[in-house]
């Protein structure tokens, strides 16, 4: 594997998950694997989860790792091509990237959508470009569009606790103060579909998902409705997808957190979140604290999945 930056990247899914499972297993088992072998980690955006369980796989594996945030330890990056480089951004992405390429052996990048462009951030410029110029694996650590760690992460989670083969899996919408991307929604229903889940996406009218990632899944405007005999409740913000209101936030409904009345509608169902949480907007405390919440198990797992891929970018070295 050359790269990572969606479900598409791991080949069969089956065996990409029991790969993980045989990982979580014994996580020491390849800690040859990334002897004196460097991970740069690149973070254009903040981070917990992904900093210190992306950092834990690689040391699993034997690596030497480097951490830059950029921005703040580093020259602030012009990104765009053909500006006149006379403002507060003294270099360029494009001497960066392949210098950047020279000290490591493979490359995490995170970088958020702007909100700018829906053009630019569906293009994934600045993730594409590491790809294109850095002269090594790139994978994404949450890009504009997706965040594939998250979800490989989410999707080993309901491995373990599913009863059923095919579980029936919802993706909600749930109101938030800030403008947030639609990367985990759109990484979320893309694994899901990829797994054969039944997946159901509500929200409000307006936040529909771009349909390459959301597929053939049913899209419920009736939250209570869609949450009839679920297995899994996936909870999430995003701002708007379609034009003329990309990036906007077209509603902060608190009808639609996620709360103890409308988990009893599921089908007792395990309650996850990606986290960081905005509590009482997204998600009572009583739920998220409840016995039916996996958030915490979804974040362990994002050493696994993190792991996994790195140990499939080594082994392609
Ligand atoms: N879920 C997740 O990616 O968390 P961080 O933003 O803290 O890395």
Redesign the pocket.
């Known amino acids: 594997m050359k790269k990572f930056t969606c479900v598409a990247d791991l080949g069969d899914l089956r065996a990409a998950v029991a790969e993980a499972l045989e990982i979580k297993r014994d996580r020491f088992a390849h800690t040859e694997l990334g002897r004196n072998r460097t991970l740069l980690m690149l973070f254009f955006n ?6 210190l369980s992306t950092q834990k796989a690689a040391m699993n594996l034997g690596m030497n790792v480097m951490v830059l945030d950029v921005n703040q330890g580093a020259w602030k990056l012009e990104t765009e091509r053909g500006v006149v480089m006379d403002g507060d951004r003294p270099e360029h992405l494009l001497e960066a990237i392949p210098v950047m390429g020279c000290y490591c052996d493979v490359i995490g990048v995170r970088s958020f959508a702007r909100f700018e462009s829906k053009q630019e951030d569906y293009e994934e410029r600045i993730l594409e470009q590491f790809i294109r110029y850095s002269g090594r694996p790139v994978f994404s650590m ?1 890009a504009a569009t997706g ?1 594939p760690l ?1 979800s490989f992460a989410d999707l080993i989670t309901i491995e373990e606790h599913k009863r059923t083969e095919r579980p029936k899996v919802v993706l909600t919408w749930a109101p938030h103060p800030k403008a947030l991307p639609q990367a985990v929604p759109n990484s979320f229903a893309e694994w899901m579909n990829a797994a054969g889940y039944d997946l159901v996406v509500t929200h409000p009218e307006g936040y529909e998902l771009d349909p390459r990632f959301t597929g053939g899944a049913r899209i419920e405007y009736d939250q209570r409705r869609a949450f009839e005999g679920a297995d899994f409740v996936y909870a999430k913000n995003w701002a708007a997808y379609r034009d003329p209101n990309y990036g906007r936030i077209l509603s902060q409904d608190r009808s639609w957190t996620v709360d103890a009345a409308k988990m009893a509608l599921t089908n007792d169902a395990w309650f996850m979140h ?3 949480v905005r509590r009482n907007m997204i998600v009572t405390d009583e739920v998220i604290e409840g016995p039916r919440s996996l958030v915490i198990p979804e974040a362990a797992n ?1 050493e696994i999945s993190a792991q996994t891929v790195l140990k499939r970018l080594l082994e392609s070295l």
């Open positions: 903040s981070s917990l989860r992904t900093r949450e965040h998250q990606c986290l960081p994002r």
